[in-house]
Structure formats: structure tokens, C-alpha cells
């Protein structure tokens, strides 16, 4: 009697025949033995580190060169820019987040390539240029004199409209100070005295005084031409007063050549001679705003006295009292002479006369 065989649970499967039989036989693999080591070769290089700011550099050149030269083809801009025409666009494609999240394309600039061509737009806020300041726009007028033409009042006025208009007077100021391009013209001013004092002829002068107010008649013999305080001055002796005075050559009204001949002192004469005369009287002082300040200081002439908790100055001039006033008045009320008392006085004159004026 034979007993059952035992339940086959797949433990038994391992060396035998699916149907039964005899085990199988599976060929024995042979022993492999373990690859030689590789012999040691050079290690490799470290990838080049990239500098960011180069790439900023980049941008910085790509922008303003493809909007001076719109449509510029890839291949160029690449090799203006120094760089792959793969790393232009990668460029191209980084400008467009310039600007706040969620970084709008057209935020701030406008970019794109059409066919082989790069286009680049600024923003529509950077179309219209900032405004001149009172230096470049009387700079610019100073070139609009110099090249003459029918053109040139309407140029330099359309300077002047440019200007802030609290920032106009002094744009005055300057174009009347500021002389570019050839030599003056004979007829001008400046080159009547250049003729006279070369000739040393005598010149009749409407001159402008301006502690006076008023225009006055001189005959003067020019000795020669200066510069102080950004003005140029004519040196030389009024014959009416017997000494050798100081003219600012923008308060010329007219100059006119006479025939009279005069003997120009020497160079060492002259050296020691006191090119402009010293301050009469005693110092007018001012108290200045704050939010004039900064301008008031920095004239010609003014001398800082101290500094004031609230941002203001007292300042100090040697002019007279009449300069003195009408430097405080073109203040706008930022501005008060504090002594001495005849120049205070002369200030409150001049005050209660100008809201006279204006019917205030």
C-alpha cells in the first residue's frame, strides 16, 4: 500500500520537470573572472564658470544697439555682442522678465524676432526726454547763437520754454555769461572792446549799474578783459571818477570807439593794480529759507554765516543794500534782510512798493 503523496506547494519545483521525471541538469556557468582595472587617465576638466556680470554687460550694450538699429539680422548682433547666436537668444528671451511679476512682456520693453531680424522697443514712458536744466539749455542756446540763422531767436526761445519755469531766470543769467563758436562778431560788444583795448583807443560805455538801477554814461580806457565769479569784467580807468573800476561786460548796453589815444599801463603796473574793488560799508545779512538754501549759498558773492536748525541760512553779501533787496525779493518770500537796520529798512520799502505794485 503506498501512501499519498505530499501536497506540492511549489517548494518542490526547483530541479524537476513540469510533468515529472527525472531532475534536470542545468549547465554550470563558468567562474568569471573580474575585469582588469582601467588604467588612470587625466581627470576631466571643470566646466568654465560663467561670469553673471558678463551677461550683464551684454544686455546692457544688446538693448540701446538693437533700438539705434532696428531689424539688426541675429548673426550681427550676435557678433557685435560677442557671442553665440544660441546665447543672443537666450538673452533676448531673459529680457522679457524684466520688470515686476508677473512680468509682463510689454512692461517695459518690447522684444521679439521676426525671421532673422531682432526688434527691440522701449517703453512708451521713455519717448519723451526729461527736461533740460537751466545749464544745458543755456548751453544749447549758446550753440544756437554761434550758428546763426534765421532760426535762431526760435531756437533759443524753444530752450527756454524748455525749462522749468521757477528755473528761467536763471537760464538768463547764464546765456547771457555764456559765449561759444569763432571769435565775436567786430559790431558785438565784446569785440569793439577787444579792438580797443588791442588799439589803445578809448570807448564811450552805456553801462547798467546795478547798485544804482539805472544807466549811466562812462568813458573809459580799457586796459584789459577778466573773469570772476563766472563773469567776464572790463578793467580799466573811468575817466569820470579818476580811477581804475571793474565792469561787467553783460551790463554793456553799448560801446562805441572814440579817437582818443591813451598809454596802457605795464604788465607789472597792471598786476599790481586791484582788479575790483573792496567791499564799502558794512555787510548786509539775510535770512534764508530752507528750500532756498541750497541755491542762495552757492551764488557768487554770498557768504555763509552759520547754518539753522531748520534747514535755513543766514547768509552774507557786500553789495550794498539795493543789491541786498532786490537778491531777497528774487527770493519769493524766502528770504528776509535781518540788519544792518538802514538796509532792513530799505527791504520793508521795497516790499510794501512791490505789493503796491501787484495791488496786494
Known amino acids: 500500500m503506498s501512501l499519498p503523496a505530499p501536497p506540492d506547494d511549489g517548494s518542490s519545483r526547483k530541479g524537476r520537470t513540469r510533468h515529472g521525471g527525472s531532475p534536470s541538469k542545468r549547465p554550470a556557468r563558468p567562474q568569471q573572472r573580474p575585469a582588469p582595472a582601467a588604467a588612470p ?16 554687460r551684454r544686455i546692457l550694450f544688446l538693448v540701446p544697439y538693437a533700438v539705434k538699429h532696428p531689424g539688426i539680422a541675429v548673426k550681427e548682433l550676435a557678433r557685435r555682442c560677442g557671442c553665440t547666436e544660441k546665447e543672443l537668444v537666450e538673452d533676448l ?5 524684466v520688470g515686476s511679476p508677473p512680468f509682463g512682456p510689454d512692461d517695459f520693453l ?13 517703453h512708451q514712458s521713455f519717448s519723451r526726454p526729461p527736461r533740460f536744466t537751466e545749464s544745458e539749455a543755456a548751453a544749447l542756446a549758446a550753440a544756437a547763437q554761434a550758428l546763426g540763422g534765421e532760426g535762431r531767436e526760435r531756437a533759443v526761445k524753444a530752450l527756454r520754454d524748455s525749462v522749468p519755469r521757477d528755473r528761467r531766470q536763471s537760464f538768463d543769467e547764464l546765456s547771457g555769461r555764456i559765449y561759444a563758436g569763432a571769435p565775436p562778431a567786430p559790431d558785438s560788444v565784446l569785440g569793439r572792446l577787444q579792438r ?5 583807443r578809448a570807448v564811450r560805455l552805456a553801462y547798467h549799474s546795478a547798485s544804482r538801477d539805472a544807466e549811466t554814461d562812462r568813458v573809459v580806457h580799457p586796459y584789459t578783459l577778466a573773469q570772476r565769479f563766472g563773469h567776464w569784467y572790463l578793467y580799466g580807468h573811468d575817466r569820470q571818477r579818476e580811477r581804475p573800476l571793474a565792469f561787467r561786460v553783460d551790463r554793456i548796453r553799448e560801446c562805441q570807439p572814440l579817437a582818443e589815444r591813451f598809454e596802457p ?11 575790483f574793488s573792496e567791499t564799502r560799508g558794512e555787510p548786509v545779512q539775510l535770512r534764508i529759507a530752507a528750500g532756498a538754501t541750497a541755491w542762495a549759498v552757492a551764488r557768487p558773492g554770498i557768504r555763509l554765516v552759520k547754518r539753522l ?3 535755513g541760512a543766514v547768509v552774507e553779501v557786500g553789495a550794498g543794500q539795493e543789491w541786498a533787496a532786490r537778491f531777497a525779493l528774487s527770493l519769493g518770500g524766502q528770504a528776509e534782510v535781518l ?22
Open 41 to 56: 587617465g587625466p581627470a576631466p576638466l571643470p566646466a568654465p564658470r560663467v561670469d553673471p556680470r558678463d551677461r550683464l
Open 93 to 97: 528671451d531673459f529680457l522679457l522678465n
Open 110 to 122: 518690447d522684444v521679439y524676432v521676426e525671421g532673422d531680424r531682432v526688434h527691440v522697443a522701449l
Open 196 to 200: 580797443a583795448i588791442a588799439e589803445h
Open 265 to 275: 599801463p605795464g604788465d607789472a603796473e597792471l598786476g599790481r593794480m586791484r582788479l
Open 309 to 311: 536748525e531748520d534747514g
Open 339 to 360: 540788519s544792518p537796520a538802514a538796509a532792513r529798512k530799505h527791504f520793508a520799502e521795497q516790499v510794501r512798493r512791490t505789493l503796491d505794485r501787484y495791488g496786494a
